[in-house]
């Protein structure tokens, strides 16, 4: 990838959405949405503007010519002006899913599907779409209709402004994604779950996961209502905190998804990706139980090292075509 491509965009982004930020006295991250809006569009979209300002951005869009760029190139430079907004006004349960989890996953959900041409893919919990349009820019060029939700409207916006920006046709709802979902199942779920206590005890009332006494935990009830949403042999791809099968709700955790899925496979994440122990993550795989469907022969269990040992990496990718070999065959 040509930094200097991706760098030419950030400039751009970065201060267009300072000039919209000062004009319109909004965040730089709602001016980033905007100046996003304003380049899929190839217009000035802010009426408030003055003349002079509108004049400005004009000049400064024309001199970038955003088609000339690849989606991975659009999609860093998109990244990198929202990590910069980030830092000023973000709760930590909306850091950003890192690139290289992303690519990883794109990786893995493009072997499950590897002889399926077209699917459909839902991500219930897609805060900046980084991860989802991380994913879709590495499945290209299979045909994935994409659905994502999110219960925070600025965050929905910048998704769906990403999105256009790189040409993913992704349907996006505006809702709490624990509530009734205005979508159908999919061939695939992928969700960096949300951790952390549901404070809508009315609603955790409709779930088998539900705590029996206190708030429940979101991410238990994200992984059921993902399972709901997923067509029966389909595939959910989760990234979990490490410790999920450690609180005193994981043995019902563990009942629920023996009867309603087969453990495909769990990949820990290296440690060094994570400030803390405590923070470490893996890649959970499910498949949806379905008539005929039988359990993988054995269960697909790995560490990635560091992704700057590529002998070390080399050898568990080996290992993963392996397991596809004998278990997906």
């Not at 999609?75 to 890192?98: C, E, Y």
């Not at 549901?198 to 539900?210: F, H, R, T, V």
Request: hydrophobic share 40%.
């Amino acid at each position: 990838m040509k930094l200097e491509s991706m760098e030419a965009i950030f400039n751009v982004m970065n201060e267009t959405a300072e000039v919209l930020q000062e004009e319109l006295s909004c965040t730089y991250l709602e001016a980033i949405a905007e100046t996003g809006e304003n380049l899929f569009h190839d217009d000035i979209l802010q009426e408030e503007l003055s003349e002079i300002t509108k004049k400005r951005l004009t000049k400064m869009y024309s001199e970038l010519h955003i088609e000339r760029f690849e989606n991975e190139q659009i999609r860093k430079a998109f990244q990198l002006a929202i990590l910069k907004g980030m830092k000023d006004s973000v709760q930590p349960n909306h850091q950003m899913t890192p690139d290289s989890i992303g690519l990883f996953m794109g990786y893995l959900i493009k072997k499950f599907f590897e002889n399926v041409q077209a699917f459909s893919l839902l991500d219930p919990a897609v805060g900046t779409g980084n991860l989802l349009t991380t994913i879709l820019n590495h499945l290209q060029p299979k045909e994935v209709e994409a659905f994502a939700v999110d219960v925070d409207d600025l965050l929905l916006k910048l998704a769906y402004v990403g999105a256009n920006l790189q040409s993913h046709p992704v349907q996006f709802f505006h809702q709490d994604s624990l509530q009734s979902l205005f979508v159908d199942p999919a061939d695939a779920v992928v969700c960096d779950l949300p951790v952390g206590y549901y404070p809508n005890d009315m609603g955790a009332q409709n779930y088998e996961l539900k705590a029996e006494e206190g708030h429940s935990y979101a991410h238990h009830l994200f992984i059921e209502q993902s399972i709901k949403h997923t067509k029966p042999g389909g595939y959910l791809f989760f990234l979990i905190p490490n410790d999920l099968f450690e609180s005193k709700e994981a043995p019902k955790l563990h009942q629920f998804l023996q009867e309603q899925a087969n453990i495909q496979g769990i990949i820990q994440l290296p440690l060094t990706m994570f400030k803390n122990e405590k923070a470490a993550k893996s890649i959970f795989i499910l498949q949806k139980k379905a008539i005929g469907l039988k359990a993988p022969k054995q269960v697909l269990i790995a560490t990635l090292p560091t992704l700057s040992n590529p002998q070390a990496m080399e050898k568990i990718l080996l290992k993963i075509e392996e397991w596809f070999r004998e278990n997906k065959s």
